[in-house]
């Protein structure tokens, strides 16, 4: 099994910045892609922004430009550098990874989830 922690949520106003850290510990696996998603109250939990062992991203179009995500693939660990920020983007942000572990065969961990609240 795979365990994620996150860390990084917290309270921020309008137009500044958060940066939000995963790493995921375990043994004997590997990681495709890892990313994170974020759900709103009465939303659905939507993709922010993946990235895969190779490089490739995928990111939501409402906050291209402002959120950017890194990944350290030797230290199994995936950042969200989130700048201007809006009130919008409040919600809870969850980490995800998706592999396979050597013994158990494929995963799709979550990590518990860190709150992000952007207010004045």
């Known amino acids: 099994q795979v365990q994620l922690v996150e860390s990084g949520g917290g309270l921020v106003q309008p137009g500044g910045s958060l940066r939000l850290s995963c790493v995921a510990s375990g043994r004997s696996f590997t990681i495709s892609v890892m990313g994170w998603y974020r759900q709103a109250p009465g939303k659905q939990r939507e993709l922010v922004a993946t990235?895969?062992?190779?490089?490739?991203?995928n990111t939501l179009d409402s906050v291209k430009g402002r959120f950017t995500i890194s990944r350290d693939n030797a230290k199994n660990t995936v950042y969200l550098q989130m700048n201007s920020l809006k009130p919008e983007d409040t919600a809870v942000y969850y980490c995800?990874?998706?592999?396979?572990?050597?013994?158990?065969?494929?995963?799709?961990?979550w990590g518990q989830g860190t709150l992000v609240t952007v207010s004045s």
């Open positions: 995800n990874a998706v592999g396979r572990n050597f013994v158990t065969g494929a995963f799709n961990a």
């Open positions: 990235r895969t062992s190779g490089g490739s991203t």
